[in-house]
């Protein structure tokens, strides 16, 4: 059923002074500047869908409540659920699955967050969306903006991948370079929200909208297996592994699972705050300069470590861990998942996999148990990082002779071509 009237503003709550906000673009609490959530109404007595609705917005009732009218859409969503076996039986997990959300719009799970902001932005009348990136929110923000009608600027860390700052200009948005790591871009990205009044589309927990729509991961890993007994989530900041968590909690609340999943959480051992407070049982802590190949997991979180605090909470309340992944793994589970799996990742979507095989030889993963891994990003958003950082020649030849010697050489790939 379509609305056409218009709705009640969305309704934030503050986290910290409970503070409620009627307007949903509000960046941070207006009274003490704490971060905001999403005030959810009454739920659902049943967990309804719409099969024949596109995108996220098939779960429109456990949404926050926006005009149908106004929902900027991409049929994002629906992402397969895939067996791995051969990996699985590499990382000592046979009953692996991959979340495959490279398979989304733009080539990221970041277009389920941009699909509810960017309507969001619409429905309230921002007048733009400013999203601080390390690149694939980035793009996503630039492609949602484009199909809302709505000018995006793009704040990018020095050193973002080309493909990806690419990806976001074509699709019309301004794309800005800032000296510094992600967290310099991020703090342009709140003043600039705060100055113009567009929407911060950051995907942190700055923008409340991230954990919102990726609950509908969960929903859809139900739908598609049921509650596995791990899911293995790479993490910036971590909002996808909190959306997760409460789409697992929404279920279990409607008596469509019987559990929530623990939750694996991966950072690369470059740049790892969560981990590191994860194994302190401490408050979060900024981190130095983030030096590993995953520059999509490079937030340091300097000027919101409390942000970090959220995602170690649901960590522990799924009764999960969080594991540190060096950069070595991460690069041999880009191999292993595009020439056994045939799904060409980016970093820090492979570091799922690496980060799987690294719990289970903590003993940290049963074998026995079901695992779910989400893979984040395609890796054409990052070729480089992906072939580990060198650039890859390839044979040319002329004629059939010259084939089939070059085919005599040795390769990385030996034997593949051979029966």
Known sequence: MVHTAPMAPIELRCTACEHVVARGTTPR????????????????????????????????SLLPPVPAAARVCLSEGATPLIDIPAAGHLTGVPQLLAKDESRNPTGTFKDRAMALAATVARAEGAAGIVCASTGNAGASAAAYGARAGLPVLILVPVGTPAAKMAQAAVCGARVVAVQGTYSDAWSLAAAVSASLGWLNATTTFTCPYVVEATRT??????????APD??????????????????????????????????????????????????????????????????????????YPDEGDVTVRAIVASGGAAVAVDDDATLAAIALLARREGLFQEPAGAIAVAGVAEARRRGLIDEAATVVACLTGTGLKDPHAAAGGAPRSFPVVASQDELETSLAQPSDEAGRWRR
Do not use: H, N
Not at 264 to 284: H, M, Y
């Open 29 to 60: 609490c207006p009274e003490c500047g704490g971060r905001l959530e999403v005030a959810r109404g009454p739920r659902p007595d049943t967990f309804a869908r719409d099969p024949a609705t596109p995108g996220i917005f098939r779960y429109a």
């Open 230 to 303: 791990w899911v293995a989530v790479p993490i910036g900041a971590g909002p996808l592994l909190v959306g997760i968590r409460e789409g697992f909690a929404d279920l279990l609340a409607l008596g469509v699972v019987d559990r929530v999943p623990r939750l694996l959480a991966l950072q690369p051992a470059g740049c790892a705050p969560i981990v590191r407070a994860f194994a302190e049982a401490a408050p979060t802590r900024p981190w130095g300069v983030p030096e590993t190949v995953a520059g999509g997991l490079a937030d340091p979180l300097v000027g």
């Open 217 to 226: 991961v969960a929903y859809e890993i139900a739908e598609q297996l049921g």
